[in-house]
């Protein structure tokens, strides 16, 4: 993927605004390569130093944290989006109908 596509999902991701999350689906469609959702989790596993991006208002579909390679992640993951006041059940989970975000352009 290149390296302008990335850099095209991180303006994304960038106007996510605090409180409110993103799927990695939304996040492809809304950075123009819809159906690539795997793209969105790639970029932001590849987050150069020194970005800031709030990759950790991302989610998966089901709107869980997405399993890393570092289980440590996905606490500290949660613990952002919950300072931010995301709630999420007992099962890790948070409701996309109340906290994913709409940008005004996306009739979602």
């Not at 809304?30 to 150069?48: C, D, F, K, M, T």
């Not at 995301?86 to 940008?103: A, H, I, K, M, S």
């Amino acid at each position: 993927m290149a390296r302008e596509t990335y850099l095209q999902i991180y303006d994304v991701v960038r106007r996510i605004p605090r409180g409110r999350v993103a799927t990695y689906g939304q996040v492809a469609t809304l950075a123009g390569i819809p159906g690539h959702a795997r793209q969105v989790g790639y970029a932001l596993n590849a987050l150069p130093d020194g970005f800031s991006v709030p990759w950790f208002r991302v989610v998966n579909a089901r709107g869980c944290i997405s399993a890393r390679s570092d289980p440590g992640y996905v606490r500290v993951q949660q613990a952002m989006l919950e300072s931010e006041g995301v709630e999420f059940d007992v099962n890790g989970q948070l409701n996309l109908t109340r906290f994913r975000w709409r940008p005004r352009n996306d009739s979602r």
